[in-house]
């Protein structure tokens, strides 16, 4: 089937869309949440045409965007981390803040939206200015948190699920490297690990 339509109509959103500004402050970071992505996408998917759906698929969210004149879609399908517990949350908080999580960088990935500069690959953290002695680099150190204010997993927390998913080694002298880890945080990590 042919995607002319679709392809059209979400270039044309594109380059109409503005930088979606991360004013959702969790800990120690910002970010664009949903409500506000929303708030941002919605009239612009209507002016062209385009519509999402985002649906429980097994242990997976399926993101489906569609050209509402030619159905035609593109599709994508997210992993849900699994087996993961926090402490202070029962299994359906953890679920939910996954979903909500997923949810967001999903639409994002699908429609390509920009969220203020993008640092995750950037290794910005690494970056020193000057040799300072190792209590002040840590001090300049962003925390390591499990979840933000409203609950919802951190970034850097789903790229620790990733890698123990991946059964890639989880090394706590290499997260100190670019995080400051609280003891709480560190028995989390520990938790993950032993999994």
Known sequence: MSKTNIFKALANFQQEVSVIHKDTQGYGYTYADLPKV??????????????????????????????IESGETLESLTDIPQNVSLKGMNEYQVLGSAITYLRRYSISSILGLVTDKDTDASGEQQKSKAPASSSSKEAELPWLNVTDKDKNFTREWSRLIAKKQAKEPIDIKELRKFYRVSKEVEAKINELINQ
């Open 38 to 67: 929303f708030e941002i996408i919605n009239p612009l998917l209507k002016k062209h045409g385009l519509g999402f759906s985002q649906l429980m698929q097994g242990q997976s969210i399926q993101t489906i965007l569609f050209h």
